[in-house]
C-alpha cells in the first residue's frame, strides 16, 4: 500500500471508497479474513505514499486483526519512490524465518479470501505458487520460506516477476479475473 497511485492523479485510490470502506482497508479485511483460521497468522502492511492516511484507513483492519489474535504490523517505506518492490523488501523483512508467505498488492479489491485458498495448499514441493488469467500473471502470489532471502538480497529495480524466472513455480490457471482486476484496469 505504498505505491503514489500516478496513473490516477492527485488521487490517492487506496482511500477510494469499495464496499463502504477505503480500498487499502477492503483489501487487508480480505486477507485477514482468509488469517483468521489460521494459527500464529501475521499480516504485514507497506505503507509510503500518504503514509499517516492509509495506517488511519485501516484502523478497523486493526480492530478486526486483534479481535481475530492475527498480528498485524504497518511499516513505513522510506524508499517507495524507488519503486514497488523496494515495498516488497520491506515487508519482506517482516516475515520470520522459515514462513512461507503471500505477496498482495492493496488496489486488488476483488481478491477475496477465496483467492488465498485457492493457493494455500498448492506450495508443496515449489518455490512458489502464481495465479495466471489468459496468460497474465496476477496476485496474490504464494512465496515459499526460501524466497525471503532470495528478495532481500535482489536489488530494489527488481520484479516478482523476474524473481521467479529462476525458481520452481507452479502456475495455476484460472478464468475468474479477480486475480488479475485492479483499480487502474476497473
Not at 480500498?23 to 499480516?43: D, E, G, P, Q
Not at 498482495?104 to 477465496?114: F, G, I
Amino acid at each position: 500500500a505504498a505505491g503514489t497511485s500516478s496513473r490516477m492523479g492527485k488521487v490517492n485510490k487506496l482511500l477510494l471508497p469499495v464496499d463502504g470502506r477505503p480500498m487499502v482497508a477492503h483489501c487487508c479485511l480480505n486477507a485477514l479474513k482468509y488469517l483468521s483460521s489460521s494459527n500464529n497468522a501475521h499480516i504485514v502492511v507497506v505503507t509510503g505514499y500518504q503514509s499517516l492516511r492509509t495506517k488511519c484507513a485501516l484502523k478497523e483492519c486493526k480492530v478486526y486483526a486483534k479481535k481475530h489474535s492475527i498480528e498485524m504490523t504497518v511499516v513505513k517505506n522510506g524508499q517507495f519512490k524507488s519503486g514497488q518492490f523496494s515495498s516488497v523488501k520491506t515487508g519482506v523483512e517482516k516475515v520470520a524465518n522459515g514462513e512461507d508467505f503471500f505477496i498482495c498488492l492493496s488496489d486488488l479489491a476483488l481478491v477475496t479470501e477465496r483467492n488465498y485458498r485457492a493457493l494455500d495448499s498448492c506450495l508443496s514441493g515449489f518455490d512458489a505458487v502464481r495465479p495466471f488469467v489468459n496468460d497474465i500473471p496476477g496476485h496474490p502470489v504464494l512465496l515459499g520460506s526460501v524466497m525471503k532471502q532470495k528478495i532481500l538480497k535482489s536489488p530494489d529495480g527488481s520484479s516478482v516477476r523476474e524473481l521467479l524466472k529462476g525458481v520452481k513455480v507452479k502456475e495455476l490457471s484460472f478464468s475468474d479475473s479477480s486475480w488479475i482486476t485492479d483499480k487502474d484496469t476497473l
